[in-house]
């Protein structure tokens, strides 16, 4: 009874300093991935070179006939702020034309839609040709007709909640980035602001059920997807491409954990800055991070953006995160789908067939037998379970 204790008090610690580590690494990660966006979003290369929205220098719009330099000298007032109309502190209120508003306009309808169209296109047609090339995983020792109970009825609905909100937000959202340019030509300016007006309200309140659903499924699994030392041998092994038999994983495998972090993390970020382009000209965060970022990595971004420069990196982060999450749901959709044989049961029944649990969590199994029959020694050549494991 005192080893077992004692057993246990090692594996709390080893949980709560890999815990520790794990946010402090994530944190550093999520912070580079807002660098590299933002880094992104103001690069040169992204300038409009051609097109009719192209910026001709010199030439007003309506061709005036005043001479070059006075014609500059209305431009420069127009973009930074007419003499005199500066009231208080608000630098920006004799600014006619906010140039970063045609650089946010260039971006999201530029490279971001692009590069957007290419991933998800480009993960449809990883998914095709690996279910080509590899067909569906089938469970070897053939289906046994026992089953195992792997999900409750509370986790199911908390991951039904969520993965049906975000479809929702998926469809709806990427109308508002795609749209104009695929359904207007197809369905008419009429249907297409119909379905545009309601995809707003859908998107407006649906993401309160997405929240909630996040919220429920990080409670309920965050403990089950704190790395051990099996997510290594997992990832070596590719999760049974190489080394022959699956290698074995508790309740979710190595790849179960990446897709689950990436959910929280994204999904988390997606909240906040969708709360943010909800509630326009009321948050600060991206300047607050800019600090933040400074003060960490000694980079010297703004820190004193203008409340519509906040909305516009809002805007651009909002999507590349929700894309991202697309791309990584497709690939989650595949495999507990048509990917792997006796997968999806674990989310309809909540049950499993007993040799798909041994194949793919086979430590799993074990603890379930234990907690079974906690007088009986554990299967599975194991010697015993380690608590932190
Ligand atoms: C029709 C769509 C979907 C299907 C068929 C599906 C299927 C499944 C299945 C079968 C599992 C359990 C796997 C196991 O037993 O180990 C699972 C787990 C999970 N699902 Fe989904 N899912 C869908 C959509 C989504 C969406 C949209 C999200 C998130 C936005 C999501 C997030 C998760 C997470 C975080 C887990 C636990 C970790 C993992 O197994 O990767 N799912 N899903």
Not at 279 to 302: E, K
Not at 342 to 361: I, P
Request: glycine residues 10%; positive net charge; hydrophobic residues 45%.
């Amino acid at each position: 009874m005192k080893a077992m204790h004692s057993r246990n008090s090692v594996g709390y610690k080893f949980q709560t300093r890999s815990f520790a580590q794990l946010v402090l690494g994530l944190f550093v990660a999520v912070s580079i991935l807002i660098t590299g966006a933002l880094s992104l979003q103001t690069s040169p290369a992204y300038a409009q070179t051609s097109g009719p929205d192209k910026p001709v220098a010199g030439a007003t719009p309506g061709g005036t006939n005043a001479s070059s330099a006075a014609q500059a000298e209305i431009w420069r007032q127009i973009r930074q702020g007419i003499s005199g109309t500066v009231v208080g502190q608000d630098k920006s209120s004799g600014m006619l034309v906010q140039s970063d508003g045609q650089n946010w306009r260039l971006t999201r309808n530029g490279p971001l839609a692009k590069y957007s169209a290419w991933s998800i296109l480009g993960m449809l047609l990883v998914l095709a040709v690996f279910f080509g090339v590899r067909g569906r995983i089938k469970v070897s020792k053939g289906l046994s007709g026992k089953t195992i109970k792997r999900f409750s009825a509370v986790e199911r609905a908390g991951h039904w909640l969520l993965a049906s909100s975000f479809i929702l937000l998926a469809l709806t959202g990427l109308n508002l980035l795609f749209g104009r340019k695929l359904l207007i030509p197809v369905i008419g300016h009429d249907a297409f602001s119909t379905i545009t007006i309601f995809g707003k309200f859908i998107h407006n309140y649906v993401a309160f059920a997405f929240m909630l659903g996040l919220l429920m499924v990080t409670v309920m699994w965050i403990v089950h997807n704190i790395p051990n030392r099996h997510d290594i041998g997992w990832l070596l092994r590719g999760g049974g491409i190489f080394g022959g038999a699956h290698p074995p994983a508790r309740k979710f495998n190595a790849g179960q954990k990446i897709i689950f972090w990436i959910v929280v993390i994204c999904g988390i970020s997606i909240s906040l800055s969708g709360w943010a382009l909800m509630n326009p000209f009321t948050t600060t965060m991206f300047s607050d991070t800019f600090a933040m970022l400074n003060g960490m990595f000694g980079t010297s971004y703004a820190t004193d953006l203008a409340p519509v420069q906040e909305q516009q990196y809002q805007s651009l982060w909002h999507t590349i995160m929700a894309v991202f999450m697309i791309v990584v749901i497709f690939a989650h959709i595949y495999i507990g789908s048509i990917g792997m044989e006796g997968a999806l049961d674990a989310m309809t029944s909540g049950e499993v067939d007993k040799n798909w649990a041994s194949e793919h969590h086979s430590l799993w199994v074990d603890e379930m037998k234990a907690e079974a029959n906690p007088s009986k020694p554990k299967s599975g050549g194991r010697k015993g379970l380690q608590p932190a494991e």
